[in-house]
């Protein structure tokens, strides 16, 4: 019985989880790109925007002012935190603000990832992207 009590509660957390990841879906292409770029290890937010530049080829630059804004949101969402761990003092400049991403924004970044893998398949069906329907 106690197993089944923590089994059905562990449901309705399992449950809200997957609510609160729906709930932010899809995400902006600046959001999923910072993720991206925070998945392999935490970064200021230059090196942010360097990283998306360079993964997209130069097809997505971020401003300052759109990166900025998008990490104040991701913040609050939970998707990344500032964290106090800093380079050492030989690579680093006092006035950086390193970010990394959280277990839950690893969560609804896989999420939207299988997401956008759909809406291709899905495409590709339809003869719209070239490949294996």
Known sequence: MEGERWSSSRRGVMA??????DS??????????IL??????????????QDVAARTRG???????????SVQ???EQGLIVETRERP?????????????ITPFGEAVAKVEA??????VKMARAKGFVPGRS
């Open 114 to 119: 299988r997401r956008l893998t759909q809406l």
């Open 59 to 69: 097809e997505l630059k971020l401003s300052a002012g759109t990166l900025y804004r």
């Open 36 to 49: 991206l770029a925070l998945a392999g290890e935490d970064r200021h937010g230059y090196a942010i925007i």
């Open 88 to 100: 050492a003092p030989e690579d680093d400049d006092e006035r950086r603000r390193y970010y990394r």
């Open 16 to 21: 809200n989880h997957e609510l609160e990841i």
């Open 24 to 33: 932010l879906l899809p995400l902006p292409p600046a959001t999923f790109h």
């Open 73 to 75: 949101r991701m913040q």
